[in-house]
């Protein structure tokens, strides 16, 4: 009776692990995909980079791209969950998006983990600050200097990175959820900047329409940083046929036409590539 | 998928940080919840009508709202009234005051416990309001509650996660950032549920400790 049943669960588990295995070992990802009819990406909500409308309408030069594109792959449909950055890559190694559309901006750590499409948005640093700039922030440095200034960044995103690696201590870089709440936590005194990209905070600036705050842009000494679509590893065919449509837009200038509304630039996205990016 | 102990060791000192936010807040949030409790429960008995009345509305009206939108609300919206507070002290407050409306009942049950005839020889012997409440009716209400309420305060340490969402960097927190920037969950997550797996056993013999010590109604 022991035996048996250790053989059933030995079957159950053999066959467990070839389900486990024939998942990813389906190579053919964009077949996959066309077959279902729809892609998953990741995105973050932070216009204009990706944006939610109140009725649901996922829009935001990132996933504008990302949709365009597939379309051109034969894939008709994005479908979007709203994650936050540091969730982005975990998410896609758990198979939980096919591929993430949210500014995520590249950089060696990044490049190791995922692989990446060619340069898409392309945006530097920006501080929100009171008005006046009563600290006088110029670059992150300057936070680190300043005597218990506290900045907030999205957890997990290029920002929060930047702050620590300028030697803002982990306590005073706090990790804010969203962009809303870092708007009002430097209205109410939480914190004394808070930092995105600078086109998500000029967004920001322009619905929070409060003559109090102001904007210090670029932040000096953090690059330019670009973003591209992230796939999971492993998806490099998947990766390599989205590369080619998207060189293919950038040439008939149908890139700049999606992009250049939101305010980001085509000419900047196309100057650089993937692998100067990933090895900055 | 693999578990990795160096790393495990990398990031244990920063988990370590968060479990003492995530105990202070535990024990911050214990006391004020012991004292809202209390006040509900007294401010319930009394025989003022209106203030009763409105203190029972405002406790149904705390426990019928979930702890997350009350954090919010403490944290984000209370500043446009003028009141600002430090995350960990919003922290602390949303978790006493939601969990004292839960405490007042157990207060309810202990103090509805007492016999009516302590009562009547409180009065028999002519004290005072304060004098029957300080020395007849809560030294023998309390002791049959303290297992009741230490039960709230382990499922309050509980919640304490959701004080990541008004920016405290308790335990979870803690995580998220180390996961945000290693890129995995495993061991974060795995060594969060450790801890507090780790505390609430802990906790859950000192409880049975009370229970045998007070839990019994002494007659």
Same mark, same amino acid.
């Given at each position: ?11 159950? *588990? ?26 998953? +990406?990741? !995105? ?13 309408? +996922? ?29 982005? !890559? ?13 500014? *995520? ?27 006046? /700039? ?10 680190? /200097? ?52 600078? *086109?998500?905070? /000029? ?5 929070? /329409? ?8 670029? +932040? ?31 040439? @008939? ?19 650089? @590539?993937?692998?100067? *990016?990933?090895?900055? | $998928? ?26 911050? =949030? ?5 004292? %809202? ?53 919003? =922290? ?7 969990? =004292?409306?839960?405490?007042? #009942? %157990? ?12 009562? #009547? ?23 049959? $509650? ?9 499922? $309050? ?33 795995? $060594? ?18 009370? #229970?045998?010590?007070? =839990?019994?109604? #002494?007659?």
């Amino acid at each position: 009776m022991k035996m048996k049943t250790t053989i059933a669960g030995a079957a159950g *588990l053999a066959m467990l692990a070839s389900f486990a295995v024939s998942g990813p070992a389906m190579a053919d990802k964009l077949e996959d995909l066309k077959a279902q009819g729809f892609a998953r +990406v990741a !995105i973050a909500n932070e216009p204009p980079f990706t944006a939610v409308a109140a009725d649901g309408k +996922v829009s935001g030069a990132a996933p504008d791209v990302a949709r365009e594109i597939f379309k051109r792959l034969g894939i008709d449909e994005i479908v979007a969950s709203i994650s936050e950055y540091g969730a982005m !890559i975990p998410g896609l190694q758990a198979g939980r998006f096919d591929v993430v559309t949210a500014g *995520l901006f590249m950089k060696p750590e990044r490049c190791a983990a995922v692989v990446y499409s060619e340069p898409v948005l392309c945006d530097a640093e920006a501080l929100l600050v009171k008005k006046g /700039n009563p600290k006088g922030f110029q670059s992150y440095a300057d936070i680190a /200097n300043s005597e218990g200034a506290t900045v907030g960044a999205p957890g997990g995103g290029t920002e929060e990175k930047l702050a620590l690696d300028a030697g803002v201590p982990r306590d005073r870089v706090i990790v804010v959820p969203d962009g809303q709440s870092g708007l009002k936590m430097v209205q109410d005194g939480r914190i004394d900047a808070y930092s995105l990209p600078v *086109l998500s905070i /000029n967004d920001l600036m322009m619905k929070a /329409n409060d003559p109090n705050l102001a904007v210090v842009a670029p +932040v000096v000494g953090a690059p330019v940083y670009c973003d591209g679509a992230a796939f999971k590893k492993g998806d490099e065919a998947l990766r390599d046929a989205y590369d080619v449509e998207l060189a293919k837009m950038k040439e @008939s200038g149908e890139f700049a036409k999606i992009i250049e509304p939101y305010g980001f630039s085509a000419a900047a996205a196309m100057s650089t @590539s993937r692998e100067k *990016l990933c090895s900055q | $998928m693999e578990w990795d102990w160096a790393f495990v060791w990398q990031i244990f000192p920063t988990l370590v940080e968060g479990v003492k936010i995530t105990i202070l807040a535990t024990l911050l =949030g214990s006391v004020l919840a012991a004292f %809202v409790g209390l006040g509900i429960a007294l401010a319930r008995r009394s025989s003022n009508r209106i203030l009763s009345r409105s203190v029972s509305f405002a406790a149904e009206f705390i426990r019928g709202t979930p702890l997350l939108v009350q954090l919010y609300f403490i944290f984000y919206v209370l500043p446009d009234i003028g009141i600002l507070l430090a995350p960990l002290v919003a =922290g602390v407050i949303g978790l006493g005051l939601h969990y =004292g409306t839960y405490t007042a #009942e %157990v207060y309810r049950a202990g103090i509805d416990n007492v016999p009516r005839g302590q009562w #009547e020889a409180a009065k028999a012997c002519n004290l005072s309001a304060r004098q029957t409440w300080m020395h007849i009716i809560i030294p023998q209400a309390l002791p049959p $509650m303290i297992p009741a309420l230490a039960n709230y305060f382990i499922a $309050m340490f509980k919640e304490t996660p959701l004080l990541s969402a008004i920016t405290v960097l308790e335990l979870m927190n803690q995580a998220k950032s180390v996961a945000n920037s290693s890129y995995r969950y495993i061991e974060p997550i795995t $060594m969060v549920g450790a801890f507090f797996l780790a505390i609430s056993l802990v906790a859950v013999f000192a409880l049975r400790w009370l #229970e045998r010590r007070y =839990g019994r109604v #002494e007659t």
